[in-house]
C-alpha cells in the first residue's frame, strides 16, 4: 500500500519561508519520480516542482529561483524549500509519485493528502 505523507505547511508572512517534506512508503524509491503540485479552490492541480530518479529537476516558471525540490533515497522523503513566498503561493500542496515495479513495467500514480500553506500578513 502506498503512502505519501506530507508535512511543514503552515501560515507565514509575504517574503517568509517555509520546507514542505513528503515521505513515502509502499512504492520502490529510488526509481521513482516525484512531485509537488498545487491547487486552489476552483482551480486545476498544477505542477510546482519536479525531480526525477536521477535527480533532474524541473520548475513551474512562477516559482523559478524561490523553490528548491530535493530528495533523499536513503530516507525515502523528498523536500521543497520555499523562499521568498508570495499571497499568490496560498494553495493546498500535494505530494505525487510515479513509481514502477520491480520489473519497471507497471506504473502506479500516488498521491498525499496535502498540506495547505498560506501566504498572508
Known amino acids: 500500500q502506498v503512502q505519501l505523507v506530507e508535512s511543514g505547511g503552515g501560515l507565514v508572512q509575504p517574503g517568509g519561508s517555509l520546507r514542505l517534506s513528503c515521505a513515502a512508503s509502499?512504492?520502490?524509491?529510488?526509481?521513482?519520480?516525484m512531485s509537488w503540485y498545487r491547487q486552489t479552490p476552483g482551480n486545476q492541480r498544477e505542477l510546482v516542482a519536479s525531480?526525477?530518479?536521477?535527480?533532474?529537476?524541473n520548475y513551474a516558471d512562477s516559482v523559478k529561483g524561490r523553490f528548491t525540490i530535493s530528495r533523499d533515497d536513503s530516507k525515502s522523503t523528498i523536500d521543497m524549500q520555499m523562499n521568498s513566498l508570495e499571497p499568490e503561493d496560498t494553495a493546498v500542496y500535494y505530494c505525487?509519485?510515479?513509481?514502477?515495479?520491480?520489473?519497471?513495467?507497471?506504473?502506479?500514480?500516488?498521491w498525499g493528502q496535502g498540506t495547505q500553506v498560506t501566504v498572508s500578513a
Open positions: 505525487k509519485s510515479v513509481s514502477y515495479d520491480s520489473g519497471g513495467f507497471h506504473r502506479k500514480d500516488s
Open positions: 509502499g512504492i520502490i524509491f529510488v526509481t521513482a519520480a
Open positions: 525531480i526525477t530518479s536521477g535527480g533532474v529537476t
